[in-house]
C-alpha cells in the first residue's frame, strides 16, 4: 500500500501524460491533487509541509519561467534582426543533411551549453534552433532532450557529480575525480551511441519513409563521432577531472564533426531531408550580416557562463547582487527555494538578446517586440510548471510526516534495492532516471539517492564507485523524460499541451540508456 502512493508521483503522471495524452496543465494538475491528498492523508505529512512545498513548487516555477524566457526571446529577437537566417546558412554550408545537423546542434552544441549553464538551458536554446532550420516542432523537442543525456553527467562545471555527490562520508576532490573518470568510462559504452540514437528517432518517427535504413546508412560516421565525443570526455576526465568534461569534450567533438561533415568522410552522398516542414522555405538570397556576427550572441552566453561560474569574484557578486531566495518557507525549516537572478541562465540569456540589437547594429525594437512575443508564448507552460513543481515539492518533502516515515523518494528506492541484490548494477541507473523524471534535476537525483546507491553498495558488495558512477549515467539520461524539462522543451518551440506525445519520444531512448550503462558495468565487473 505504502509503495503504491509513494509510486503515485510517477504513476499518475505517467496515466495522464503518456496514456491519456492530456496536456501537462490539466495532467499535472490533477497528478499534483492527488499526490497531495496521499501526501496528507496517508502519508501523514504535515499541513504546514504541504503548503509550504506548495508555495516552494511556485517560487522555482518562476526560476525557470525566467530561464525559459530567456531562451525564447532570445531565439526571437535573432530572427526578427535576420542573425537566424545567417546562422542557418551556415550549417547549410557545412552540411545540409538534417541527419547531420542534429549532431551537430543539438548533441555537439547542446553539450557546450550543458557545460556551460545546465539547469534545462541546452534544449531550451537548440530546441528554438533546430525549428529555425526547419525541423518540425515536435522533432526539434524530442531531438532536443534526448540530445541533452551525456554531457549532463558532468553538467554545469561538474555539479551533478560534485553537488550530488556531497553529501556521501569519502566526499572531496579525489573522489569527484575518480567517479567522473568512471563515468566517462561507462559512458564509452553508452553515450556512444546517442547521436545514432537521435539519427533513428529523427528517421523512424519524423521521416517520410519511417524507416531504418535512412539511419543505418549513418551508423558509421554517427558511431565515429559518439566515440570522438566519448572517448576525449574520457581522456580528460583523467587528466583534468570532472569539471571541463562537458566543454572540452563538445568542443574536440565541434571540430571534427564539422571537418567531417564538410568533407563527407563517413557519410551517404545524397542529402537527407525528410523531416522539413511542409511549408518550410529556405532563405537562398544570401545575408549580409557576417556569421560572426550572428552568432555573437551565443558566444557570449558560453563565455559569460563560464566567467559567472569560475572567476571567484564574478560568481560572488552575480550570486549575491539579486538573491531572491525565499528561505524557511512559512517558517518551515529546510524548504527553501533559490534564486540567485543574475547567476541564472536566464539573466544571461536576457542579456545576449539585448547585446544581440546592438552588437547586430539593429532597433532596440525588434527586442521589445521578441519581449511581447515570448510572453504571450509562456502561459501555458507557466500553469504547467507550477502544478508540476508543487508535485515534486511535496514528493521530495515527504519526509516531514507525524508517522514517522522516511521521504516518498526513499521508500521506493529502499523496496527497490531489497529485490535486486547483487544484480543491482542493472537497476542501479534505473534509480537514477527515476529521480531525475521526478525532480526535474540530475544533481537532485543524486543528492537524494546517492546515499541509498552507497547502501545497497555495501550491503551487496558492490563497488561504490560503479554504483554511484550508474547513479549519476541514470539522472542524466532521466533528463530526457523529465515532466517539466519536457513542459520547458515544449513551450520553446510552441508545443505546450503537447507533453505526452514528447515524452513517448524520449522515453525508450531513456530506457536504453539507462540499460547500456548498466550492461557496461556488469560487463566490466565480471571481466576485470
Known amino acids: 500500500m505504502l509503495l503504491l502512493v509513494a509510486l503515485s508521483a510517477i504513476l499518475a503522471p505517467f496515466i495522464f501524460l503518456v496514456l491519456l495524452r492530456m496536456s501537462a496543465k490539466k495532467g499535472m494538475f490533477i497528478s499534483a491533487l492527488i499526490v497531495i491528498a496521499l501526501s496528507s492523508f496517508v502519508w501523514g505529512m504535515k499541513t504546514d509541509a504541504i503548503a509550504a512545498s506548495v508555495l516552494q513548487g511556485a517560487h522555482k516555477t518562476l526560476t525557470i519561467l525566467f530561464i525559459l524566457f530567456g531562451a525564447i526571446v532570445l531565439l526571437n529577437t535573432l530572427r526578427h534582426t535576420g542573425a537566424v537566417n545567417r546562422i542557418n546558412q551556415g550549417f547549410r554550408n557545412i552540411s545540409t543533411d538534417m541527419r547531420v545537423q542534429i549532431v551537430i546542434v543539438a548533441f555537439l552544441f547542446g553539450a557546450l551549453i550543458e557545460g556551460a549553464a545546465g539547469f534545462g538551458t541546452p534544449a531550451a536554446v537548440t530546441g528554438p534552433l533546430m525549428v529555425a532550420l526547419g525541423f518540425t516542432p515536435m522533432a526539434a523537442a524530442a531531438i532536443a532532450l534526448i540530445a541533452d543525456s551525456s554531457a549532463v553527467s558532468f553538467g554545469a562545471v ?47 518517427f519524423f521521416g517520410k519513409k519511417k524507416g531504418w535504413k535512412d539511419a543505418m546508412e549513418m551508423l558509421p560516421w554517427t558511431l565515429f563521432i559518439g566515440l570522438t565525443y566519448t572517448l576525449s570526455a574520457f581522456l580528460y576526465a583523467v587528466l ?6 562537458a566543454i572540452l569534450a563538445s568542443l574536440t567533438g565541434l571540430v571534427v564533426a564539422t571537418f567531417t561533415a564538410k568533407k563527407g568522410f563517413l557519410l551517404p552522398k545524397s542529402s537527407w531531408q525528410d523531416a522539413l516542414q511542409e511549408d518550410f522555405v529556405v532563405e537562398e538570397k544570401a545575408s549580409s550580416m ?47 527555494s533559490k534564486w540567485q537572478v543574475l547567476y541564472s541562465p536566464g539573466s544571461v540569456l536576457v542579456f545576449a538578446a539585448v547585446a544581440a540589437v546592438v552588437i547586430q547594429r539593429k532597433s532596440l525594437l525588434n527586442f521589445s517586440k521578441a519581449a511581447k512575443e515570448s510572453i504571450i508564448s509562456m502561459k501555458d507552460a507557466a500553469l504547467a510548471l507550477a502544478a508540476t513543481l508543487a508535485l515534486v515539492q511535496v514528493f521530495t518533502n515527504s519526509g516531514m510526516n507525524a508517522n514517522d516515515l522516511i521521504s516518498m523518494p526513499q521508500y521506493i528506492a529502499q523496496t527497490l534495492a531489497g529485490g535486486f541484490g547483487s544484480m543491482w548494477v542493472l537497476a542501479a541507473p534505473f534509480l537514477g532516471e527515476l529521480g531525475a523524471f521526478i525532480t526535474g534535476s540530475a544533481t537532485v537525483s543524486t543528492l537524494t539517492f546517492s546515499p541509498i546507491q552507497y547502501s545497497i553498495a555495501e550491503e551487496t558488495a558492490l563497488a561504490k564507485d560503479t554504483i554511484l558512477s550508474l547513479q549519476v549515467i541514470g539522472a542524466a539520461a532521466g533528463n530526457m523524460i523529465c515532466v517539466h524539462n519536457v513542459v520547458a522543451a515544449g513551450a520553446v518551440v510552441g508545443l505546450s499541451g503537447k507533453e505526452g506525445d514528447i515524452i513517448r519520444k524520449t522515453i525508450f531512448p531513456a530506457l536504453l540508456y539507462g540499460l547500456l550503462a548498466g550492461i557496461a558495468a556488469l560487463f566490466t565487473a565480471v571481466l576485470f
Open 158 to 204: 561538474g555539479t551533478p557529480i560534485q553537488v550530488g555527490l556531497s553529501n556521501l562520508p569519502e566526499a572531496g576532490l579525489s573522489f569527484y575525480q575518480e567517479i567522473g573518470a568512471q563515468i566517462a568510462f561507462f559512458d564509452l559504452f553508452a553515450g556512444t551511441f546517442i547521436p545514432f540514437i537521435l539519427v533513428v528517432v529523427l528517421t523512424v
Open 290 to 336: 557576417g556569421l560572426l556576427t550572428a552568432w555573437a550572441p551565443y558566444l557570449m552566453i558560453v563565455g559569460l557562463l563560464l566567467i559567472t561560474r569560475i572567476v571567484p569574484d564574478v560568481k560572488n557578486f552575480t550570486l549575491n547582487w539579486v538573491d531572491l531566495t525565499w528561505t524557511n518557507i512559512l517558517g518551515v525549516d529546510e524548504i527553501t
Open 240 to 245: 583534468f577531472g570532472h569539471e571541463f568534461v
